[in-house]
């Protein structure tokens, strides 16, 4: 016992230690926070540390979500948004805060922004005070794009080779989710719109796509509420929901950041 609490005392005196991966990983999203737009050769640089090294993290980094890489440049990914979310807060951009409070009252519903990180989607906005669904949307920021509206209708905007792709990588477990989108994507791709049931149907949701004002699917809006209020009026919701997205993807600003 007296060893072992004379390690703890030692530990606590050194303090926190540096880790060599540790540094490097953040130093990338420290140099993409103050830097955005950054090339692979500045990342490089920055590090001063083996390219193919950091070719493996900035790899690891976009698979996961946390960058973002567009024509070669990094910016913050989804992922980071996610834990904003967790926190409880929520990041301007394309949509604001006030469009989704205004959807919000317009419909009665909890509303959430979604983005695709690799093969997950995660809400990195939300708008409402359903308890239940907010609660579980800050536990638990990644969510299987087969399990939920706003990842359905996600992969249904997906162009076909990349959205096979990723059903092909599905594990065995996933048959029947698999074959639940399959029997849905001509009706979603049809109306614009998914629909989910969770809680143990106790919840319902509806969700669309969301594009810039050069037609590109950046992300999706989802409405959550309770099944016996949703369902009567599912009709009217469908269509409030692609009016006030529609709205939103007519507008010419850029998002501050890639989202």
Known sequence: MSTVSEEQTVEEERGPQTHRTIDRVTRILEEVVYNPGLGFADLARALDAPRS????????????GWLFEDNHRFYLGPAVYGLTLASGHIRAGLVTETDLAELHRATGLTVFLGVQAGDNLIYVAESGSDTLTGYAARTNIRRSLLETAGGKVLLVAMPEAQRNSFLRRRPPEDAALVDQFLSEFKSIKDSGVARNTLHGGARFALATTLSNASGEVVAEVTMVGES??????EAELRATLRQYVEQWARRTTKSREAI
């Open 53 to 64: 090294s950091v070719h493996g993290f900035i790899r690891g980094l976009l698979a996961k």
């Open 228 to 233: 016996f209020d949703m369902l009567p009026r």
